[in-house]
């Protein structure tokens, strides 16, 4: 059974550039929720795929948006990056949606210059 | 709005006491409490939860209490293992069972490290 996998690993994009950040999910898993952290702080929600739908969204605006795919499969995309966006971004899978115990990757660390 | 505090950046403890990491919180609406472990250059990882409805519970080396009243939670580890040493972090959620579950709100993390 795979765990969850996120790519790129490191990322470094220039201010006003688009990225997209990709994460497969634990086998079996349906849920998919992405997380930003800062650097010092704990992981912050953005928002939650459950079968290919949005089920929920954090306080990000909307340049922040995401896709799942039938295969549960995720991406999550930034457009016209700022500075602030520099963090380490988690992705996090869920057997269900009510399911607490969630699966976290190993991260995608941006850096916007 | 830190809804999820978690007041000491960093505990040190030696090998084979208790360490206890403690955790506020402010939203009386959180229904399910959770704490994570994380090692450098690795995602979280699910260490232990607790209902709402109950005030412990434990798993091996680490038991969960919950105090309601004071919108208080923390984590006891005994024996604290030089292996332990990570960034814990504390995290809560709303409405488990209709879908709320897995849409985690975190404390900003302790740094424990367990010393030989």
């Known amino acids: 059974e795979t765990g969850v996998t996120q790519s790129p690993t490191h990322l470094i994009k220039t201010r006003g550039q688009q990225v997209t950040l990709r994460c497969s999910s634990q086998s079996g898993h349906n849920t998919v929720s992405w997380y930003q952290q800062a650097l010092g702080q704990g992981p912050q929600f953005i928002f939650q795929y459950y079968r290919e739908e949005e089920n929920g969204r954090g306080n990000f605006p909307p340049r922040f948006s995401g896709l799942q795919f039938p295969n549960y499969s995720s991406e999550l995309n930034v457009n016209a990056l700022e500075l602030d966006d520099s963090a380490l971004y988690l992705c996090?899978?869920?057997?269900?949606?009510?399911?607490?115990?969630?699966?976290f990757g190993q991260g995608t660390r941006l850096t916007v210059v | 709005d830190q809804q999820v505090k978690q007041n000491s950046p960093s505990l040190s403890v030696q090998e084979g006491r208790i360490s206890i990491l403690n955790c506020d919180y402010t939203?009386?609406?959180?229904?399910?409490f959770l704490w994570y472990k994380k090692y450098p250059a690795e995602g979280p990882t699910f260490l232990i939860s607790?209902?709402?409805?109950?005030d412990k519970n434990e798993d091996g080396r680490f038991t969960v209490f919950l105090n309601k009243s004071a919108k208080h939670l923390s984590l006891h580890i005994v024996p604290s293992q030089p292996g332990d040493s990570a960034v814990y972090f504390c995290?809560?959620?709303?409405?488990?069972?209709?879908?709320?579950?897995?849409?985690?709100?975190f404390g900003t993390g302790t740094q424990l490290k367990v010393e030989l």
């Open positions: 996090a899978s869920s057997l269900t949606r009510s399911n607490t115990e969630a699966f």
């Open positions: 939203n009386s609406m959180f229904d399910y």
């Open positions: 995290a809560a959620s709303i409405n488990r069972l209709t879908g709320g579950g897995n849409k985690l709100t």
């Open positions: 607790i209902s709402s409805i109950k």
